[in-house]
């Protein structure tokens, strides 16, 4: 074969090659993509029960009783999961310290029957100047008293940690220099319940940073200058639904 009838023909072989290799990338399916992973809500029990335990800022101190954070909370989880009833029972009102609700739950013979229990106490032992003593001691017998009527599930039960009033009209108004004063008495109360709760394992949530915008931002206070408001009150409830969903799957 000559030399330059060879080159012809190795050059015409070469193109009929890559046409064919080009053809069977063109015809050649797509691999396939795996569809995301869906990841299931895990079903919860027909019927949930659920007891809020603490003081005005449960009780819903100057807000309408379906603004207060445990009403908002039933109402949210009804809307997450249609298929279950939800019933509440709050025992709180304003001015409560640590003693008066031990008392309140003592006198209520509570059968211990609730899938979900929420404590929130402690600002009206710093208000009133009760000596710090008196909530270590009485703090722990509360969450005793919770676990218990949560079944003696401990997972159930949710401790909330104090708003501070002192960012508040009434506390820049009514307690003059005492801010500072206040907040850090109240952080100190908060630490000591982070700590319990902690050591026991119990959910502890923080929300006193919602209510420390409350002079930047008026509308997180209620019309009594003082407590939550409505739309404060939803913050806490976007704050620690994601553990009670947790509790609830348990």
């Known amino acids: 074969m000559k030399p330059v009838f060879k080159q012809i023909v190795i050059v015409i072989i070469s193109i009929f090659l890559l046409s064919c290799s080009s053809d069977e990338?063109?015809?050649?399916?797509?691999?396939?993509?795996?569809?995301?992973?869906?990841?299931?809500?895990?079903?919860?029990?027909n019927t949930v029960n659920y007891l809020a335990l603490g003081d005005s800022y449960t009780i819903g101190q100057s807000v309408c009783e379906t603004c207060r954070y445990p009403e908002q909370l039933k109402q949210t989880l009804s809307t997450l999961y249609v298929e279950?009833?939800?019933?509440?029972?709050v025992i709180a009102r304003t001015g409560w310290t640590t003693f008066d609700l031990i008392s309140a739950i003592n006198n209520q013979n509570l059968e211990a029957n609730y899938d979900l229990v929420t404590l929130l106490i402690g600002v009206n032992n710093q208000y009133q100047g009760r000596n710090f003593s008196i909530?270590?001691?009485?703090?722990?017998?509360?969450?005793?008293?919770?676990?218990?009527l949560a079944k003696g599930d401990k997972k159930k039960v949710l401790v909330l940690s104090i708003p501070d009033y002192a960012y508040t009209p009434f506390g820049q108004n009514q307690m003059g220099s005492q801010g500072a004063k206040i907040s850090a008495e109240i952080d100190q109360y908060?630490?000591?319940?982070?700590?319990y709760c902690k050591a026991n394992d119990i959910v502890f949530i923080d929300i006193t940073d919602i209510t420390r915008n409350g002079l930047n931002n008026p509308e997180l206070v209620a019309s009594d200058g003082l407590h939550p408001s409505k739309i404060a009150y939803s913050s806490f409830v976007?704050?620690?639904?994601?553990?009670?969903k947790v509790a609830l799957q348990n």
């Open 238 to 244: 976007e704050r620690i639904l994601p553990s009670v």
């Open 135 to 148: 909530y270590e001691k009485e703090f722990p017998e509360l969450v005793t008293k919770a676990v218990t």
């Open 190 to 195: 908060n630490t000591f319940a982070k700590n």
């Open 25 to 45: 990338k063109a015809d050649s399916p797509a691999t396939p993509v795996a569809p995301l992973p869906v990841t299931p809500t895990k079903p919860i029990a």
């Open 84 to 89: 279950t009833n939800f019933s509440l029972k």
